[in-house]
């Protein structure tokens, strides 16, 4: 047996340096605590290839190593993370990617650079960290690296840094910015009388009047002389040229005025000492200041392409523009791409793609923009394809029961996301997000599809929502996924809304049913200028993220009220006529099971069996039984009898098999079979028993097998949608740890050990087999905001 990731969704982590694009073609970001791999031009889409796992926390920093292929082991990447360490990766390796740990920080690493010394071929690395402190790393051996100097910052924090090689010298050069308005120069050289070179500070470019966020650097072409980029919070970019001097005389020194002010350009010179103790001369000078943003500059990145320099700048006010050097000299707007209006929040940082022909954004929720050059219309940049996902713990997903043709999931950050396969008329297939239903105020909690079409979700409030999907959404669903027969669909679009919008300071998705134009002049004074962004439009490709924050989201059509707490668990019937809900609890009042009908939409049964919080429940695809697993260390199983449910089993809370919270539980696709999981480490199978044993009567289910894992925790338990060839069950099992195992139910068989660098490094939250395919193919979703989608090849 073996095991494909079809899809992987997942979000840039919300810090300014958490992505870059490295020479091979492919991107790496910072996804929570792994670091994933996209590859944007995967059989004419995007794709994660790979997530590299090593840090235990937060991972702040991603920074490719240019040129260092060649120095101990292919050190390729390095990361930065709030667990406090520097991870050099080389991500060329097969199996583990981790090559070194820099461990000396005592808080998170925010900014890393590595530069190779060509003069020893040795790779040199930067590490600053929110201890106020920077520290500076070089191999020692083949299989070590020391920190070599520690830069006492006293109380400052480090945002950015670059480490460059001087011309004629050699020496190498540390830029970096803390909490200040100025940029720091330290140059390695041997004081005298020293045994070994040390960073010593040179120069600091004043100029900025807030803090400076970002740094970059490029050697200028046909020339020594190095071109260094500051970005600040002050909305500015400062263009810094250092040039090597024969002599330290000054060559200019003039005055401009600018903005009514009288302002100084000079040269400013330092001198730096090499290794044999001849002695170079350098000038500093501001070569341009640029100004056209209007919110704070978070990032920079040089490009040289065509034989010119390009510089992209990302800034908080939505844009991300290049700036191009005249033939005059004068560095002047050339692109700007971005978003006018909606409601995102700018962007975190930018890069070009090695050719420079494209340029790919990560804004604050954690989404990614990219955009191409025209080929045909030089100038005329379009978006491209992109993958996206949740930027907090995803902690529910659902299939749609009809066919099985897309996956749903929510998450603590608060929307609800359609993730389905995009098919090509070529027969490429590759998934990505298609609609995002619910964009709420509250942290969502748990979700239930009654139909294709149809949807109830609960969020950390005491309300159920019910969605039904716009005819807007039904039409580009079918166009992008290839849907042929859809009946649902059919009255969906006959019937339905066009789509739907969220009005100011409301948390309610309001229906949009017509789209006025310019024409409508007959209408009211007040209702010429609605209250929504919803505008219809056909889809030939997946949405951009500001198509799916504004044009992708469900009407709302129902609340039910009913709990007294915040929800926790919803399950609804197969024929999507009952729905399930459970909500926090303390009390066995509170615990209560409300059972809903969706036609009248109202209780028509409460059901008692628990005293703590119902984790989990699930009605058996014949609908003859609901199961429910509960804090309290006991499941449940309820049958259908007539119109209602009555309790008919119930385990023991102190004699039980289970002895911790039991997180999980899920049926088999014959209703023959369940399966519970705990927090004791034990996944336990239960089957039909008979009714009668000598005349007395037993419990409907009985076990039917213990899987027992040591000091693990289990969190979630899927079976998958028929049987194995062998006639036993496929069982998939989810851990605390963030493993994936596949099981043959019979004697708890392992078939198959999905690592956390395929699976998560986080809890699992949600397992699910995809329904009405040949092939098994199983949903899972994580507390580190990953979404995948295995195919399971027997």
């Known amino acids: 047996m073996s095991v494909e990731t079809i899809y992987t969704s997942a979000a840039c982590n919300r810090t300014p340096d958490s992505l870059d694009w490295g020479p091979d073609g492919l991107i790496y970001f910072a996804a929570n605590n792994a670091i994933a791999v996209f590859d944007p031009k995967y059989h004419g889409s995007v794709k994660i290839v790979r997530t ?87 191999a020692t051996a083949e299989s070590t690296f020391e920190c070599i100097q520690t830069i006492d910052l006293r109380s400052g924090l480090t945002f950015a840094m670059k480490l460059f090689c001087l011309p004629r010298s050699n020496a190498v050069m540390l830029a970096y ?42 050697q200028l072409p046909d020339s020594e002389d190095w071109l260094l980029a500051s970005s600040s919070q002050d909305t500015f970019i400062r263009l810094w040229r250092i040039s090597p001097r024969t002599s330290l005389q000054k060559q200019k020194e003039f005055k401009e005025i600018l903005l009514e002010e009288d302002i100084t350009l000079e040269e400013r010179t330092f001198t730096v000492r090499a290794a044999d103790g001849a002695e170079y001369h ?92 025209d080929a045909e219309q030089p100038g005329l940049w379009k978006p491209g394809t992109i993958l996206g996902g949740h930027f907090g713990g995803v902690r529910d997903l659902a299939w749609d029961p009809a066919g099985g043709m897309y996956v749903v999931t929510l998450s603590a950050d608060q929307t609800t996301r359609i993730h389905a396969p995009w098919s090509r008329p070529e027969g490429e297939e590759t998934w990505h997000e298609l609609g995002r239903p619910q964009v709420h105020g509250y942290d969502m909690q748990c979700i239930t599809l009654l139909s294709r079409y149809r949807l109830a979700s609960a969020a950390e409030e005491k309300i159920i929502r019910i969605f039904q999907a ?191 919270i039991i997180w999980c539980c899920d049926w088999s696709h014959d209703s023959e079979r369940f399966a519970t999981g705990s927090r004791d480490g034990k996944v336990v199978a239960w089957k039909a028993a008979n009714e009668e044993s000598n005349g007395a009567a037993v419990a409907p289910f009985e076990q039917a097998g213990v899987l027992e894992l040591k000091n693990e925790s289990i969190t979630a338990v899927a079976f998958g949608r028929r049987k194995l060839p062998d006639g036993r069950y496929l069982v998939a099992v989810g851990l605390e740890s963030g493993v994936i195992k596949l099981y043959a139910l019979g004697q708890w068989d392992l078939l198959l050990n999905i690592s956390e660098d395929h699976a998560h490094h986080l809890t699992v939250k949600r397992l699910s087999f995809r329904p009405h395919v040949e092939q098994h193919q199983l949903a899972s979703c994580g507390e580190d905001g990953l979404v995948r989608v295995y195919s399971i090849k027997l």
């Open 282 to 373: 350098y000038a500093l000078s501001l070569e341009s200041v640029l100004q056209g943003h209007e919110g704070w500059v978070y990032g920079v990145h040089f490009c040289m392409r065509d034989c010119k320099l390009h510089l992209l700048s990302s800034s908080i006010d939505k844009s991300l523009t290049v700036w191009t050097p005249s033939e005059s000299g004068v560095w002047v707007e050339s692109v700007r791409v971005g978003e006018v209006g909606g409601s995102s929040l700018g962007f975190y940082g930018g890069k070009f793609s090695p050719d420079g022909s494209s340029i790919i954004g990560h804004g604050f929720q954690g989404s990614f923009h990219l955009w191409r050059e």
């Open 470 to 660: 716009p005819s807007n959404f039904v039409q580009n669903f079918r166009a992008l996924c290839g849907v042929v027969t859809d009946p649902e669909g059919d009255a969906v679009v006959e019937s339905n809304p066009m789509g739907a919008s969220v009005p100011s300071l409301g948390l309610s998705n309001k229906a949009v049913f017509e789209v006025e134009t310019p024409e409508t002049d007959s209408r009211h004074i007040k209702d010429m200028y609605p209250e929504h962004y919803f505008s219809p439009i056909a889809l030939e490709s997946p949405p951009a993220e500001e198509t799916l924050m504004q044009n992708t989201l469900w009407p709302e059509i129902q609340k039910l009220y009913g709990h007294g707490n915040e929800l926790y668990a919803i399950a609804s019937s197969p024929d999507g006529a009952l729905i399930a809900s459970g909500c926090r609890a303390t009390s066995t009042d509170q615990a209560q099971i409300l059972l809903w009908d969706t036609a009248s939409w109202r209780v028509v049964q409460q059901l008692s069996a628990h005293q703590l919080t119902v984790t989990q429940l699930a009605f058996a695809p014949n609908g003859q039984h609901l199961l429910s697993v509960s804090r309290d260390r006991t499941f449940s199983v309820f049958r259908r009898v007539s119109s209602a449910f009555e309790l008919v089993m119930r385990s023991d809370k102190t004699k039980g098999v289970h002895t911790r």
């Open 177 to 218: 910015t803390t909490d200040t308005d100025v940029v720091k120069l330290c140059v390695r050289q041997k004081r005298t009388g020293a045994d070994e070179a040390t960073f010593e500070p040179v120069e600091q470019l004043k100029g900025h009047c807030d803090w400076v966020r970002g740094l970059d650097c490029i």
């Open 52 to 138: 590299l796992i090593g840090h235990k926390a937060r991972v702040n920093t991603v920074c490719v190593v240019r040129d260092g292929s060649e120095c101990h082991g292919g050190i390729d990447l390095l990361s930065g993370s709030d667990d406090g360490t520097c991870i050099l990766w080389n991500t060329k390796q097969d199996g583990g990617a981790v090559r070194y740990i820099l461990k000396g920080h005592t808080k998170g690493v925010t900014a890393v650079d590595a530069l190779v010394d060509t003069a020893t071929n040795n790779l040199i690395v930067a590490t600053g960290s929110v201890d106020s402190s920077i520290k500076l790393w070089q």
